[in-house]
């Protein structure tokens, strides 16, 4: 059985930092793509970063560009989002997920249960 379980949600100041987690369990996701989306309450899910198989390639939404870095370890089966300069607006319930290397949800297959970030001012 597959599992993306996320983790380092939680609440912080704008500015402040946070790192997310997600570790996948019930297969090798090594030659897979991995994402990040979020989706705030009353909002659509929204793309915020993505990571190709190798880790060689990145790509992130226009909002969260120089402030968020997403990275994978193979060997642990796991991808991180390092959230910097956090602000009020990106406060949102943050998804992991496995696919193709895409900005489009429907290009990914497996997903976690989604960790709570939330930026007060």
């Known amino acids: 059985q597959v599992q993306l379980v996320e983790s380092g949600g939680g609440l912080v100041q704008a500015g402040g930092s946070l790192r997310l987690s997600c570790a996948a369990s019930?297969?090798?996701?090594?030659?897979?793509?991995m994402g990040w989306f979020r989706q705030a309450p009353g909002k659509e899910r929204e793309f915020v970063a993505v990571?190709?198989?190798?880790?060689?390639?990145?790509y992130y939404a226009d909002s969260v560009k120089g402030r968020f870095t997403i990275s994978r370890d193979n060997a642990k089966n796991t991808v991180y989002l390092q959230m910097n300069s956090l602000k009020p607006e990106d406060t949102a319930v943050y998804y992991c997920?496995?696919?193709?290397?895409?900005?489009?949800?429907?290009?990914?297959?497996?997903w976690g249960q989604g960790t709570q970030v939330t930026v007060s001012s």
């Open positions: 997920a496995v696919g193709g290397y895409s900005v489009d949800p429907s290009r990914f297959d497996y």
């Open positions: 019930g297969r090798t996701f090594s030659r897979y793509a």
């Open positions: 990571i190709s198989w190798s880790g060689g390639n990145t």
